[in-house]
């Protein structure tokens, strides 16, 4: 049986909870989840990154499930010299008008999930965000922590706190996404394809983001299992 396709994006800011939503995406619909951070570290040779990131192509990554299907997740990220390139949907991407109209020019989104969070809640989760930097696993102090205070837990190595994590920086890199992600949204919701989700947890977002997508491809994983 071909394979059919569905293209989708998670939208959100930073904080939001989009990368928790494609990790419960990728086990319940049998997908392979890629992080696009882990790609961008490995495409510029290591831990830190470069205003290049923003010029990086996006590699087909298509995964089918048992039921014949396949899902766009993430992006893999490469230097432009890669050639063979196609849209993968992902986390957070298109960012801004411009992403998305150049995102039109490669393939149609399906499917546009939004989260919408609080202010109050994004910020708090991000001023407790610690992240290992060689790998991009990310702690939160509140409800993820690491098993020893300020250590990653399968490495030993030392935790870090972002510089626009840190609480004096959050409210200002908030307000920043709204306006580059206002006509962004405005733009999914004229096609008919925006799909918004409003809550403080994930936990309670995710039965309707499961809902949504069971629509289109078929699980693997109920609800309660993934």
Known sequence: MASKLLRAVVLGPPGSGKGTVCERIARSFGLQHLSSGQFLRESLGGGGGDSQAGQCRLSRVRHPNPNGMSFWLHPCCFPASQSNFCPAACPGFPRTLGQAKALDGICELDLVISLNIPFETLKD?????????????VYNMDFNPPHTQGVDDLTGEPLVQREDDRPEAVAA???????????????????????????????????????????????????EEH
């Open 173 to 223: 890199r908030l307000r920043k996404y709204k306006d580059a992600a206002k006509p962004v949204i405005e733009l999914y919701k004229s096609r008919g394809i925006l799909h918004s989700f409003s809550g403080t947890e994930t936990n309670k977002i995710w039965p309707y983001v499961y809902t949504l997508l069971s629509s289109k491809i078929p699980p693997i994983l109920s609800e």
């Open 125 to 137: 989760r991000l001023s407790a965000r610690w992240v290992h930097p060689a790998s991009g696993r």
